[in-house]
């Protein structure tokens, strides 16, 4: 992977996961010990889902560039599908807090998503290739008269 896409996933995963501990922390006191399980399963559902998302993205981009926009949209669709699948299936659980699973699955969505789109702003990533340049030749910036 490259650093470009590494760094792109630090800066979605370390906020996404900050959100976590918070969900935890304040689930633990309102719902006790299956309320703090509940929302860390919830955020570690979200960190593996949205981060296969980016890595299967990154290479669809590599080898089939011109089915990134579509498959960006059909990947993004189809976690939030799953996401909603996961809540739905493990609404009547009793292994954990299904109510903190829940919220902490929507927390975490909203920040990853957030994150993901303030570190694709701040990359700075070419959009046109520049040519390089022979330093045998002299740079022209106009129309060679």
């Known amino acids: 992977m490259p650093s470009n896409d590494v760094r792109t996933l630090l800066q979605t995963v370390v906020p996404?996961?900050?959100?976590?501990?918070?969900?935890a922390i304040v689930s633990g006191v309102l719902a006790g010990g299956k309320g703090a399980l509940g929302a860390v399963v919830g955020t570690l559902v979200v960190i593996v889902f949205m981060g296969i998302g980016i890595v299967v993205l990154q290479?669809?981009?590599k080898h089939l560039p011109q089915l990134f926009q579509a498959m960006g949209l059909m990947l993004y669709t189809t976690q939030l599908l799953v996401l909603f699948i996961f809540v739905a299936a493990f609404k009547d659980t009793t292994l954990f807090n299904?109510?903190?699973?829940?919220?902490?699955?929507?927390a975490s969505t909203l920040v990853w998503v957030a994150a993901q789109a303030r570190a694709h702003m701040k990359a700075k990533i070419l959009y046109v290739e520049p040519e390089p340049s022979d330093p045998r030749k002299g740079e022209k910036t106009g129309p060679s008269t």
């Open 16 to 23: 996404t996961a900050a959100v976590g501990v918070i969900a």
């Open 98 to 106: 299904p109510r903190t699973f829940a919220a902490s699955i929507v």
């Open 59 to 61: 290479r669809t981009a």
